[in-house]
């Protein structure tokens, strides 16, 4: 095992460790340990909602989430040398759940504060809680189904410059301005209140919270990305902007589909991640390298046969929309849901599962206007049933009564 | 090898096969051939610009291209007992090329007359001629690359009801006229003048043209999904909506990436299938499908290695976008062609090979506002050359001089 | 489509196409065509027994078949430049069964005419036949089981010099001689009568017959290696014997198992290969290469859900065999069958299964004292049905009542 | 994380640890704990020399060897319910290295003590020491190649009933005593002075040691198949001998290629195992399983670009064999070993790779009288330099001067 670089306590809040985590970018944040090219270490990250969620029956603490907390980073890990036009190599070694917390949960936000891909459909707080059992995963709020999980961080990058931490903010507000008043927001502009700054201290703390980006989006950096395939055994090509790059990391899960649909959408852990890390002199010139990229782990899940679900950029009220991926996917998604139905499921089940199991989301046809096409591919081994269409039409397989954890 | 039911003249017009051919979607379209469920056979297609594109050096030919001709179907086909709201399931059991025209054809639209994914920054037509090796392919006009065919028809699908076809009519009128003189245009209004109605005949077919659905979008029905995965060894269930199904096909493609982004973006071929077709009776109810949903093959290229660039929902000026997957994957291209470029390819070459190769286009975040995440997954094997990132930087490995086919 | 260099008829007898075909290795076979490196061209080849087993329900003509003619290869082909020592670059670009002759056949050899991996325990003569559906075969013989073909030449290979000849011929002459009577045979010698030494001629062509090679094995060369991932799309590495080459080739086969355990095991068929070919001068020594090495091919059939059988090296008298890997295979095929048959099929199907679907056949443990262990990868998305051991037990699926052919 | 049931000490020796360890199969051994059908729970192990071999760079520990006291086992574990006749269903659910001890070995046994596949050709004791980094390994003693872990118990089944360890004492004796003087022998017999009877003591503890079988190779129950494919995700049906089956299990191995060919070939490694047990009642006669039949794993590691290596059943001295695998399996791993020399390794480094990387061995052609041909298939990917032959021939790539560690 590679030393413990970054060492988080899942017991106490995470104001009482802001010397090893943050919870918004800016450039002035300082490391909180230093490394050379070529090290291996291990860096121990907290959930995303800094405990906020509980393993439990009860949605409401999913209804009553404090988003403008989130997500909370360990980091910022300072590399020797590192100057801004590089590429940062990492190297994602390992993630894992920390032994004594081998459970993860998956949430539908409110409406009102949160909401999802699917929130007009689904707009009440739920809540389904995994077990991990190895390579596995299973929940008792979700019959029939079990998967090996595909462990990543949600989100991890480099911190951005004062530059690109204004230009962030400029054109996040100019969206929001467009509709200021929408329920879920468009953006998450800068919110100092609830902003943890690591060590910056004072003043200067509390000047950079109140500009400090907030951590929802994937940006420039990489940050949020939500890329299911930044998997265990993965190396990533990260943009530095700063002296010594900043790398900051966290929002671990176990496993997650193609878009986490559900926001809260993957299978939500506190874990470990160990990282190699090494440098690329200018590489964003040499490469022309604008946004992370990435090459992807020899081992992850190889599940082969899948049912292919088809949606058009046509909505649920008939409308028509010109080449838009978004609204396609929302319709894979939304006839995936039906199909599952069909076998017993209720929709938020089938909700939940496509948000966390190792689905994959194409964009197969982005020309022929004005619809675009977008396929959902949800694998059929994950059931413990037969999915597939026959003559018979489906029996319902999932009898158990459970569902998803609601509100009181 | 199973009967030939549809036979094609690739030497002849499209108008002189109309008693095969249809290029309009239509309920009353006659049926060219009656099957059976349990039935196989073969259909042999014209490619979906009915012979106007030549194995040449010169892109006059993409540049003048009539789109209101396109996609030259073969079908209609009835299958006994088939009924509306049924299910046909079509096994595409083979796809080939015919062996005195194995080769195949990519092209960049004039941004004037079709334009593409990536039209505002390629406005001008190109053309990639294919020549095809077994189950390789490999162009004369990009050097260095090479890699197996997913061989697949563009568009298949069953014809619609009136019902259906009205409302297509209803909800692309609604859009185009949000911005009726935008070129190109927001969507494909059906025009007559170049209809071809297949057995049609008289006043009727007259009539029919006028409101006869172009085929250039994928729709509920199938229709033209450009979907890569549709490839041969594949199971599709598609919903029935008249008496007999009318299952139509073409638009053939020896290779395709996700997205088909340079709209004639596939390698473009005439060819075969052999098709296998049944009924699931009542299907689209007790499924619950609305769209087409299938089953891969289990014969697709096993390319493993890849190299994967993000793109998120900023456009090339700036301005964010909220959750739109379309602007995400369209700057996973431009990342991706900046890449290539390094290496020496024109980007022209860079993006015709996104549109024909392997390519994966993921939609990886959709939750995390304001901003979508979508992956492009390029494999990296079909390079004759090292891709991946390293301290020394890109070597310039394309020398040869050649490009993409110019207009004169 | 390639040039079709070498060009058969399946209707005729092979001494009647003595022009392209020999079935007996030699270094003096006359080339039958010239190519030079980088040439692509097509080889049509009839099947391994020249005819001699029909598309039909009796035995018959595998127990009557003469295994002294076997097999019939297309070629030699030789290559301009080619010399001693060289490596021949073999890309096996396509494989295809002729379009008026989509069928192939397994057999079961009698023991007392050619016998088999467990002819043992099936000694009597029994014959499968296949039907083929683009990429899919089933068989009328063997009920609920359809998979993908991974098509290939069971043997290929280039001409041996007079000295490798003279060693082979030396080498298994010391075989049979430990056990002259033994039925089978050990080896497969020399044999006059039934030589067919392609453009040889006269005087000459008598004396060769008397010494060339027969085809049954594999050798230094390849020949007769029935390796199943010598399929198209694999590149393969043939050390050079004699001046250009003299590349040969044959045994098509739609699909087989890792082993071709019945002998007659894979689905045998005519058909055609596209070739493409160049040199690696001096190849043997640099690569220091004895046997031919190859890359396999990006297409094979994607079955990733297995049940594994293990054998050891006890037979089935209990008697202890030392790292015996022939002993453990042997024994983890019978374990397979026996699995099988608590489903409803007959030991010879379940044989003629092993023997022709893409089952895989690992050698696991070689050095565990006295035992070796082998496993036999049976893929189980090739059956209709659920293959996987529960708690409930096998309930018998197959209710078919056909069986293989038999002999009258 | 599950309970932990067995919990070692890797710095005490293995007697010491006799109340939760055994390194002899016999009936009586007592149970070391209980579970139930359902139970999930973590098994530690020592590796399997019992701390033997440390990691450092002398051999000498690999030479002077106790074989007699391998391999040491955590258990038997009794299941409730389970009687002979039964199938013991076993998920390996998770499997890991100690994170205070992240390495593992591979030792070339000296042939006479232990030897090897190929100890003829390497008869000197040698060592390789491995770093665990996350899902990949490297070797200070083997430069330029690095690969993704496949990890697995070596050893893994329930305890044999009287009637089969008689058995098995009776037929290897037999072997032995065709050539009793053998070095090194033929099979591994009881040895009652090293025996380690797990809770067993006093009189019968000393009777069983004189006939408890040793571990050494694969039998009926399972045992020490080295099946690289065990790996975490799979799914393990045993049959049960005894009263509650007594399942153990030991020798983790962190990779192993096909074979396991240096006999201490994988990388050995103490570490945990995470189990799940049930049962399927009567499964033996149910399914007819006489040796363990199990269901691969999901999540191994995905290497697709191969070079392969062909080999046939004629020795080094040029001698024919009768369709023996094993020698044909020599064949390709010498053919292996002398390509990868060509690019810089030493024979001994090549011999250790081929042990230890996720490599499979095949056995492709099994009917072709007189010889078998087997395939060694080399994951290219594995190398971080080309490996694949071309015009130009091999660089040489290793230029590092480390070797694998020798005897003083």
């Not at 507000?173 to 502009?189: G, I, K, Q, W």
């Not at 020899?298 to 046969?305: A, F, I, L, S, V």
Request: with cysteine.
């Amino acid at each position: 095992m590679p030393k413990t670089l970054i060492k988080v306590d899942i017991n106490k809040s995470p104001e009482e460790q802001s010397d090893v985590l943050h919870n918004r970018w800016h450039p002035d944040i300082p490391m909180v340990a230093m490394v050379k090219p070529g090290d291996e270490f291990r860096v121990e990250c907290i959930d995303w909602t800094g405990g906020q969620i509980g393993n439990n029956d009860s949605a409401n603490d999913i209804r009553d989430v404090d988003l403008t907390k989130v997500h909370y980073l360990s980091g910022p890990i300072g590399v020797e040398g590192a100057e801004p036009g590089d590429l940062l190599v990492v190297d994602i070694l390992d993630v894992g759940a920390f032994q004594e917390s081998e459970w993860g949960f998956t949430g539908l936000f409110d409406k009102a504060n949160g909401g999802g891909f699917l929130t007009d459909h689904y707009p009440d707080a739920r809540k389904a809680c995994w077990d991990f059992h190895g390579i596995y995963t299973t929940s008792r709020h979700i019959p029939n189904v079990r998967f090996a999980g595909i462990m990543h961080p949600g989100l991890i990058g480099c911190l951005p410059s004062r530059e690109l931490l204004n230009e962030w903010n400029k054109r996040e507000a100019a969206l929001v301005s467009t509709d200021p008043d929408r329920v879920p927001p468009l953006a998450a502009l800068p919110y100092a209140e609830t902003a943890l700054m690591g060590r910056m201290t004072g003043e200067a703390a509390k000047e950079a919270a109140k500009e400090g980006a907030r951590t929802v989006p994937p940006r420039e950096h990489g940050g949020n990305c939500d890329i299911k395939n930044l998997s265990k055994g993965s190396r990533v090509f990260f943009p530095v902007y700063v002296k010594n790059a900043g790398l900051s990391m966290g929002d671990l899960h176990f496993s997650q589909g193609d878009g986490e649909i559900t926001f809260c959408g993957a299978i939500e852990m506190a874990g470990y991640l160990d990282i190699h890390v090494s440098v690329i002199k200018g590489g964003m010139e040499k490469y022309g390298v604008k946004n992370p990229i990435f090459q992807p782990s020899p081992m992850e899940p190889r599940y082969n046969d899948y049912l292919i679900f088809e949606g058009i950029s046509v909505d649920e009220q008939g409308k028509q929309y010109y080449l838009d991926a978004h609204v396609a996917y929302r319709q894979a998604c939304l006839n995936a849901i039906e199909y599952l139905k069909k076998f017993g499921y209720s929709g938020e089940q089938a909700y939940a599962i496509l948000g966390t199991a190792p689905v994959e989301g194409h964009i197969s046809g982005i020309v022929d206007i004005p619809n675009a096409c977008a396929t959902l591919w949800l694998p059929t081994e994950i059931f413990d049933f037969n999915l597939k269409p026959d003559a018979e039409g489906p029996k319902i397989m999932v009898t158990s009564k459970v569902d998803l954890a609601s509100t009181s």
